[in-house]
């Protein structure tokens, strides 16, 4: 059902002021995803096929007794991809779950081998690429949404815009994260026919359209005849389960079977799939990294998913393969991500001076702090202070580096003086009014060992220029409130895989100040006004060419008002291969990211 062809549409909608942030998740969690359930609905006609969902293997009898459930995998092993998933936790088949980067179900839309969604931004050319849809326009108030008249259910039984309206419906009902954003901005979703959707938005709210286009990029399609009767027996997604949910969608891969060992799908027929493509696809559990990578190198399985724990994978030592020498693993990387600290304006008297929040921004050191958040990506430089690092290698380095101070004794100097403070060279701490200022907080998520080290790497950096940091580990949804929240003084931030302008607009605009003045803070010490201004001229512009100008003027403010300190940037890991079973495997059949593919190398 994919198509990969590309629909440019026209955004008119217009920002009136602060950029709502509900796409926050999307932003600093990379979780833009959905609940469950929805209001059942009748069934189409005649023309539908009944199914329902697949079974487990049957348990074998012997002497009347049963010997377990038995592990099938379907075709020859010329003819079977085999994946194993390092994070069982993250299996998933719910296309309704609140999740990302789940697998083989993945509601937010990174993986796509069975569920699609409607379009995904494509940062090399600014703009959304169509994959269920056929073509979209964005216009004052509304979405028009064209389907094609010949794409199915892995069932056989024809794809309806009736699907995408339930679909939709459902998450609003349940007041999932993309329903809340529908039910704020959508005023009417109405079917015109069996092939074209109209989503009007209320215009007046702040970019409307924009924000809905988004959320339609990362929410999984569902077909309404086969979830309809389920859900009218779970209203909640407490109460749906398990083994109850249908398996039916419309990409590339349709499910064979399942047991509590493995999954099991073959290519789905109306899917044009090249001839690398396997016939058949296993996914297999692995709650041991020793395991898989014994497993991967020894042609047990093909693909190794799991990307928080490829670098433990990394760090065991080599194992030989049962045949041969030690087999040349590829890394595979898709989408990218710019990882950085962001210098809250208002978070205290000494971060509301701009001088002060330079002064910081010379800590960074990308050369330390890449290799530990991104070791398959080559260090950012210090002017990729926006996004991701393809969209910023558009833009006019010379313009940026310009803007850029130099880390030397003179430039210290002047910085700590046009900030109203003193540096005491006795203690090598920078005071205000003779006493030594409080150390500022940076708050990171808890759960990862390099995050941790590329922050206390900062606070080092920052010790020797005189300005004192204490770190601050806290749970994920305490990090993230204080972010939407703005409380805190520094916090460490990741944007969304592949970020979209959409997601650009959210995160800037949670900044404190941006939009909206801030009593007290004036626009010497930190001008959000003309950060909202810029902002709003890149929502709405609609020019490749213009858009870019735009991203060079947010970088240089970004720049000029000292708030947000690059660390890392470049390709998200999302697998490990060993190409000798398919060495010219389609990555695209179940990562709906174009992949980059790098040689790993195992660390001893």
Sequence with gaps: MRDQSMDPYITQNRIRGRVWGVLLAAVICLALVAGCAAKPSPPPGNDVIETTAPAVTENPVTDNETTGVVRGLPGTREERLIIGLLEPDNINLNPFASGERLFPVDPSGYYQPIYETLVRYDPSVMDYEMLMAQRVRVRDDRI?????????????????????????????MLKTPAGLLFEAFVTEISTPDNFSLVIQFDETQINAGMRCLEVLAHTLIVPEHIWAPVLSDASTL????????PVIGSGPWSLVYRDEFSFSFKQFEEVNSNENTPQYLTVLNYHEPYLASYAILNNDIDVLLGSSMLDEVASLEPLLPLEGDILELKRIAAGEKLIGITINPDGNDILQRKSLRRLLCLSADTKTSGPLLMPGSPAIGLTDVLTIPSVMSKLNRKLLEAELLTRDDEAVDRLISESGLTLNPATGWIELNGKSIDALSLIFPEGSEHVEKACNAFAESSKELGVPIFLKRVSEDVWAKAYRNGDYELIYTETSINESIAAISSRLSLIPGVGVPLSGLSKDRFNGEEGMRLITGLVDESSVKEKIALFEGLSVWTIREGIFVPLAGGDVDSALWNPQAFPSLDFRSFISLNVHIGTFDFIE
Excluded at 160 to 169: A, K, Q
């Design 144 to 172: 028009e949404i064209g389907f094609r008249q010949n794409d199915k259910w892995h069932d056989g039984s024809a794809f309806v815009s009736g699907d995408v309206l339930f679909s939709l419906r459902a998450h609003e």
């Design 238 to 245: 407490e109460q749906l389960e398990e083994e109850s949910i």
